[in-house]
């Protein structure tokens, strides 16, 4: 019997007490695996926002270098332009 004559008995304290002590360290496994998972999960979620970023810079530079390359090559060409028609107009400046 847990009480005598209403009385609660050490032993029934005890057992309550174990039992609360189990209980609460189960919910104490649970909620630290909770928070485990769920910093995992933003931690994950950050590389992933990461890389995404690094991944849109590299594209956006890449696209820039591009452009750069085709507007050098855009001068070049209309300088090679200008040298072709100086040498045409001194050829012909020659033969008058």
Known sequence: MTTRDGIVTKNFLEQKLQFFKVEIFAKMDQLKKDISDDFDNKLTQLKSDIFN???????AQSKDEEESAAHEMSHERVSDDLDNLDKRVTVLEKGN
């Open 53 to 59: 970023k690094l991944d849109e810079k590299a594209g």
